[in-house]
């Protein structure tokens, strides 16, 4: 049976395709506007008549581990997840509900078994099989056109025969059905399961019933074509794990009483009024908790820097948790963290490199700080290690900075480095490197023509906006840039539209 598949609906709303952990690209954002022709061609490759072309880049997943992802066209993910919405009542609820994973950290806390054995998958949504994740949703939704629509949008999205894009909510739906077969199994083997994504916690009387559970589980995961992750399948004792748990409440709230007594000291010693704005017997809970994020990352700098390599992980402990929560609650604090500290996190963790460049950004923006943001760019620029994913969230910084640059030694040394990022030898990091080229108005004419040749229509449409942002380009190559797709017209329009808003 056919399918009603609302692409126009979602094709107006971008937000519901950006990926996740990547900033706004500039391949999404100049087709703010473009919602018919989105939709039209979303169309098309759900009917097979048009497949389009994605390319694969490395972002960090922990340490120095990379995790590749899927970037596909606006209109190849619009009608993936177009797709997805028309189903989902029958593909049953997502274990990404609100409030699940909260359920999900209780779940061995509030039984008294006395172990529990937690699991997840290896490279899960990698290893996703298309022909049995055809199978799952037809047994789902009964609905062959449904499972047509899908193989053939997976083409544009991925290719091949194994995985789905991540960083999509419409992907975390589908994943859900084809991992929820193994939480089914091993309920209906009579073990008392949990599971948010490809996480499971399994709570059993002793020892030898948990070797079980995880036995039948890699078992049940082998005829999924997927491996339980080495790593994370352990066994603990459940005492350990409340143990553990409670420490990690006392870690965080230990700092939290001792920056709020400090602050209430001022208050009373010091006659410090102005952190709370009321009664002077009050400490705002916000100053409290300001302060001992400050005092946090500090204390993990010192171990960061001063603990041999191997025995660096063990020392961290807690610290890691909260370094993004940390730079959260710092980017409206009084006082900047320190140039070494910002570069230490992003060099120990390169995971951490968006929530740092969305606390530059905050900063950059708040004139009442003045600040150079400049120089942390330049150093941030300047480090040897950038992964595709890296150097995008970086280009999207220098694109949305623009104080006092021409105060900055460092500007000019961003900016070069922006240059190099035209030859990258990803077409996502190279729009996204001629965007913020333009934001600063070098782009040159060669520049952008050499781009376009090189470029598909992932890219293409946001050349456009780019020559258009840039300004000062000859006619000719405005009308064959500009005139080559509908799309391209329309990034190009919008583009406009942006410039002079902001002039």
Known sequence: ???????????????????????????????????????????????????????????????????????STTAARVAYTALVKSIESDLGPTSRRDGNWDKYKSFATKDDSGYVVEFDI?????????????????????NS?????????????????????????????LSDVYIGTLERRLVRDGYSVARYADDFTAVCPDWETSNTVIERAAEYARDLGLVLSSEKTNIKKRATLLSSTEAEARFINDYFEAARSELM???????????TGEDPSLVDDREAMKASMWSLVHDWHKIATGTEPEDYVHSEGHYRIFIRMALGWLQGNSERL?????????FKHPIFLDAVCKYVTSRSDTESFWEDPWAT?????????QSPWAKLWLLDTVSSTHSRKMNSWSYVPVMEWVDRQLKDRHEVVR???????????RLSEGSLTGLYTQASPLSQHALAACMANQGGVGKGIIQAIKHDTPMNRRAFEWAEKEKSSTN
């Open 338 to 346: 320190p140039e070494e500290i910002i570069q230490e996190i992003v």
């Open 265 to 275: 000291a001022r208050v009373f010693l010091w006659g410090d009024y102005d952190l």
């Open 1 to 71: 049976m056919g399918i009603k598949i609302d692409t126009f609906s979602v094709a107006k709303e971008l937000d519901a395709v950006k990926l996740d952990r990547l900033p706004n690209l500039i391949v999404d954002k100049c087709l703010k506007d473009c919602s018919k022709e989105i939709a039209a061609t979303a169309e098309m490759i759900l009917t097979g008549e048009a497949t389009f072309p994605h390319e694969t880049l490395a972002m960090p997943k922990k340490k120095f581990e990379p995790r590749p992802v899927s970037v």
């Open 145 to 173: 056109d449904a499972v047509q629509k899908l193989n053939r949008v997976l083409k544009s999205l991925i290719g091949g025969s194994k995985g789905i894009p991540q960083l999509l909510s419409a992907s975390d739906h």
């Open 431 to 441: 729009a996204q490197a001629a965007w913020a080229a333009s934001c600063h108005g």
């Open 122 to 142: 290896a490279s899960f949504y990698e290893y996703i099989d298309h022909k049995t994740l055809s199978q799952q949703v037809l047994n789902h939704t009964l």
């Open 377 to 385: 760019l330049k150093n941030l620029t300047a480090m040897g290690r």
